[in-house]
């Protein structure tokens, strides 16, 4: 029975459309997407005509009329779709798709107007009437139903051919862009204004036939571009001709391969270089019915005839063959070509090239295969170019011939397509973009050189690498129409899943058991090939394109439903990437198709997985995918879901991770005016919460802290551990940016409880961080705090890539302070090649900060000051504390180079630097060595004062040392020597409180009195 859904036939195994998972039933029509070629024939002066003529012959001329039209149409492979008063409309590309049907269109059109010529002088004489034709042919995508004689297409490139008709004179031919692109090799083309067509909003350009080439095939082949990587083919087939020349044996060699590979493009080459030794022939088969089935072989006998050393009966005989003068059987036809060629092949070997044998007749390939028996004595070499479907007409192809042999020719391998794509563009390419492109379309083409020229062509007219030229579509459409109904239906389904599917996904959405003969069969076809693991992808991406476009898009939306929602039932969450997308797409084109009944229930589904994928992605730490995906999840839900709220938030935590802070304000403010309308207070929040996080909030501690509290006891009312771990998070920060890290420490504890690993590694990062962080900086003794920073990395799993590089960075640096600077440039080493695979800008920040100070702790000052630019540099755009902290570092470390200057000239860098602001005890300590290098000791005294009061508020013995051999420095610069060492006493034991091994050194240093660089 016919789907319902999709009208195509069901199969008896399944209970569902194999198309596309509906029901079936036997009262639809087929519906289908193709791109066809219309011509659209009017007849000119029709109204004069019925003035003239009595109704009686008047039905008489257009009966006439309308049966030479038609008979012109079909006798090219078109089918006539309707008479609409005296214009005909004829398609080519239904019911059967060619790849030449656009240029069987054009001769179809040459043949109307010479028929109508002939018609205009039978009528001028009987009746004195003259009628003349005008058409227009146009190529592009409709949609097409109904069977056999009831088949209509629409769109609106059949308009735009009954304009183009309008636009041309009596006995003229006009076509459009589309159809010119397909048949310019093969058709004499005249350029004509671009026409300013009704309904159309910009000019059509448009082309006047002025003749075609009865013999050319559709797709022409640029001959003269490089053969490239053909060097073992090319020796397969002059090695072949050169042992028929010695042996004076014939030789059938076939040369297999997919459409565009280059078959005929290896042939042109061989035959280049064979010629100089052998008389050459060739003929082609045509695509469908046209001709005689012997056609290709009677017109080189025919050739061969008209040499000097035919006898005249063999002549006439042979000539009498190929005009048809005479009826004739295969052995007829063998006789005269073993006459033929014996005779021929008498001065020199013969090569006769068979092209496209896969649309050879029957009697054609009996033929053959029987004269290759029959000449096994004449030094004839029978090349025969094909794809792979001649083997399924003809399995036993050239089997049992002694002298056959034949070659499969692969697609070329990436650096053989780059360097084809790079030889086809007229002009040289230069810089990275233009490298880029090429690589893209290799990449694109699968390795046919055919493709290749075609994309660089699509680039050439602006089109890019991106799109599908008809040229490709043509050939890939014509053959997938040669596929059952298996074979359809499972290359639409995998087309619909995307470049790779797995057997058993598309045996459970075909609900058949066996599909292994099948996918054999597509895969020795060249369309999928296998991937491993029971997985199959297609051969290259225009063949799934054209197999995706091919499905209505009323049909891809359920096909795209039916995925995601068999996903679900397989996998879960842990496909929810993957459903998100299908149930994506399928919401699209309801949306698009106006079904907003259908389109209604996805909304929320699609929205929850896409969201659920995000949440796996920042676990990850792509944030950049997390939120690409919260953004497509927040499209999916209507404006007033209340589901909104809570992924603004997750979307403005995700864009503030990636330094992209205006849009997560934005996300954050909406989120929260969300949440508080809809009166969700955890969510409210959490959106508080991370509005007050931005860098550039401008709340204080205490304001911090209560906000912190507040939010307490409506996460712990909520049950929401999440919740309660970001608020707890939120006050260790606080007291970390106050300087109290034991504090700190406990406030993150109490957020690394509320993590749950592998949930939300990003929180879960920020709580293992933070606690780290703080046992670095805090009082607790280094060899302690390394004990403590190594149990918490060992804790976190090898996934968990965000939280192991939290954790990896403070250890590094309180390894280093032990002088176990190879395990600590070690671990940074790994957090940077993690952070590399995950966009989070703010730890790449950080990591450059850890690494500067590592680098300083081990003497390679230069390396220090490179990351610590990098780091400034990033932190720039935001300012404030964190900036200056790290331009505090960067003067240290210019200083102890002996570059004042430049430490100088960073200090007067930023403007708010030049005034007391709510900056560390750190940067006014550099800001007072800065200051004394410029010769202004009186703000150097008053920045070391700051510095001093600020690193006494804190519980870190490393700030207060920092600062205390700040003091020292100065007064020793300021001749107040007794000054300067109690300070680096004092720094002294602070460091040694630490246990700072790299700290103690550098003050015993300035103690000795010894440069502490």
């Not at 590979?261 to 469908?288: D, M, N």
Request: hydrophobic share 45%.
């Amino acid at each position: 029975m016919d789907c319902a859904a999709c009208g195509r036939p069901g199969l008896p195994e399944a209970r569902f459309c194999p198309y596309c998972g509906e029901q079936v039933a036997a009262d639809d029509q087929s519906e289908t997407r193709r791109v066809v070629s219309v011509v659209f024939c009017d007849l000119v002066g029709s109204t004069a005509l019925s003035e003239r003529l009595d109704p009686e012959p008047l039905r008489a001329v257009v009966g006439r009329y309308y049966e030479r039209m038609r008979r012109a149409l079909e006798r090219h492979g078109g089918t006539v779709e309707k008479f609409i008063g005296d214009a005909v409309v004829g398609v080519f590309g239904v019911p059967e798709l060619h790849e030449d049907d656009a240029l069987q269109a054009v001769r179809a059109a040459v043949a109307m107007c010479r028929q109508a010529e002939l018609l205009d002088h039978e009528l001028s004489e009987r009746l004195g009437v003259r009628i003349a034709v005008r058409i227009g042919v146009n190529t592009g995508e409709v949609m097409v139903s109904g069977h056999g004689a009831q088949v209509r297409v629409n769109g609106e490139m059949v308009n735009v051919a009954a304009r183009l008709q309008q636009t041309a004179a009596p006995g003229q031919i006009v076509i459009g862009g589309a159809t010119r692109a397909l048949v310019s090799g093969a058709v004499l083309l005249e350029p004509l204004a671009p026409k300013q067509l009704a309904g159309k909003s910009t000019p059509v350009p448009a082309w006047l036939v002025r003749d075609v080439d009865p013999d050319a095939g559709g797709i022409q082949r640029r001959m003269t571009a490089p053969l490239v990587a053909r060097e073992a083919e090319l020796r397969f087939l002059r090695g072949n001709f050169d042992h028929l020349r010695d042996s004076r044996m014939a030789r059938i060699v076939t040369v297999y391969g997919e459409p565009g590979i280059g078959k005929s493009r290896l042939a042109h080459e061989f035959l280049g270089w064979a010629q100089s030794y052998a008389k050459v022939f060739t003929g082609r088969c045509p695509p469908f019915s046209q001709g005689v089935s012997l056609g290709p072989l009677l017109g080189t006998l025919a050739e061969l005839a008209r040499g000097e050393q035919v006898e005249p009966g063999l002549r006439a005989a042979a000539e009498a063959l190929g005009d048809g003068a005479v009826d004739h059987t295969a052995d007829d036809v063998l006789w005269a070509a073993r006459r033929l060629f014996e005779a021929a092949a008498a001065e020199c070997p013969l090569i006769l090239v068979l092209d496209d044998m896969q649309w050879a007749k029957p009697l054609l390939l009996d033929v053959i295969g029987q004269l290759a028996h029959s000449l096994r004595d004449v030094p004839v070499m029978l090349l025969c170019l094909t794809r792979l479907e001649l083997l399924d007409s003809r399995p036993t192809w050239s089997g049992g011939i002694l002298s056959a042999a034949s070659a499969l020719l692969a697609p070329l391998d990436h650096e053989a397509a780059e360097s084809l794509a790079r030889s086809q563009f007229d002009v040289a390419l230069h810089g990275e973009t233009a490298e880029a492109t090429v690589r893209g379309i290799a990449e694109r083409s699968g390795g046919n050189p055919l493709y290749i020229e075609q994309l660089v062509g699509a680039v050439g007219d602006g089109s890019g690498i991106d799109s599908l030229p008809l040229t490709i579509r043509a050939l890939i459409a014509a053959r997938l129409q040669t596929l059952d109904a298996h074979e359809t239906a499972i290359l639409q389904w995998a087309a619909v899943h995307g470049m790779e599917c797995t057997a058993e996904l598309l045996g459970a959405l075909l609900e058949l058991a066996e599909l292994q003969p099948a996918l054999d069969r597509l895969a020795h076809r060249r369309l999928l090939e296998a991937a491993g693991a029971g997985a199959y992808r297609f051969h290259n991406l225009q063949i799934r394109e054209v197999a995706y476009e091919s499905i209505t898009k009323r049909i891809r939306a359920r096909m795209h439903q039916r995925i995601g929602e068999l996903l679900d039932e397989l996998h879960g969450e842990k496909a929810a990437d993957e459903i998100g997308g299908h149930l994506e797409r399928a919401l699209a084109y309801f949306h698009e198709l106006g079904n907003a009944e259908a389109a209604e229930p996805l909304r929320s589904r699609t929205a929850a997985a896409l969201r659920t994928a995000a949440g796996q992605e920042m676990s990850q730490g792509d944030l950049r995918t997390a939120a690409d995906l919260l953004r497509r999840a927040l499209e999916a839900v209507p404006e007033d879901d209340p589901a909104r709220s809570p992924m603004l938030t997750e979307l403005g935590t995700a864009l503030m991770a990636t330094t992209r802070l205006d849009e997560a304000r934005t996300a954050y403010e909406e989120a929260v005016a969300q949440a508080a309308r809809h009166g969700d207070g955890a969510t409210l929040a959490h959106a508080r919460l991370g509005l007050v996080q931005l860098p550039t909030s401008e709340l204080t501690a205490d304001r911090l802290l209560r906000l912190a509290s507040d939010a307490v006891p409506v996460f712990t009312e909520a049950s929401d551990a999440r919740g309660l771990s970001k608020a707890y998070s939120l006050m260790g920060q606080v007291h970390q940016s106050n300087g109290r890290y034991l504090r700190a420490v406990e406030a993150f504890e109490r957020s690394r409880s509320g993590t749950v690993p592998g949930a939300d590694d990003l929180q879960h990062a920020q709580s293992i961080g933070g606690l780290a962080f703080s046992l670095w900086r805090g009082p607790t003794p280094a060899p302690r705090a390394i004990e403590e920073c190594e149990s918490l990395l060992a804790g976190v799993p090898a996934s968990g890539r965000l939280v192991r590089v939290a954790a990896m960075c403070p250890l590094a640096v309180l390894l280093a302070s032990r002088s176990q600077l190879t395990r600590a440039e070690g671990l940074l080493g790994e957090a940077e090649r993690l952070v590399s695979e995950f966009a989070h800008e703010f730890a790449r920040i950080s990591i450059a900060v850890f690494a500067a100070t590592v680098k300083t702790f081990g003497g390679d000052l230069p390396a220090a000051e490179e990351r610590l630019r990098t780091a400034c540099t990033a932190l720039g755009r935001f300012g404030g504390v964190q900036h200056a902290a790290v331009a505090g570092d960067l003067i240290r470390v210019l200083l102890r180079l002996g570059r004042a200057a430049e430490a100088v000239d960073l200090l007067r860098s930023q403007p708010e630097w030049q005034h007391d602001g709510d900056f560390p005890a750190g940067w006014f300590g550099a800001r007072a060595r800065a200051e004394l290098a410029r010769g202004n000791p009186e703000a150097a005294e008053a920045s070391v004062e700051v510095a001093l009061r600020l690193a006494g508020m804190t519980d870190s013995p490393e700030i207060q040392a920092v600062a205390l051999l700040d003091q020292a420095h100065l007064a020793r610069e300021l001749g107040r020597e007794p000054e300067a060492r109690r300070a680096a006493d004092l720094a002294l034991a602070r460091y040694r409180a630490k246990g700072h091994l790299a700290g103690i050194e550098q003050a015993e240093r300035f103690t000795r009195g010894e440069d502490p660089r």
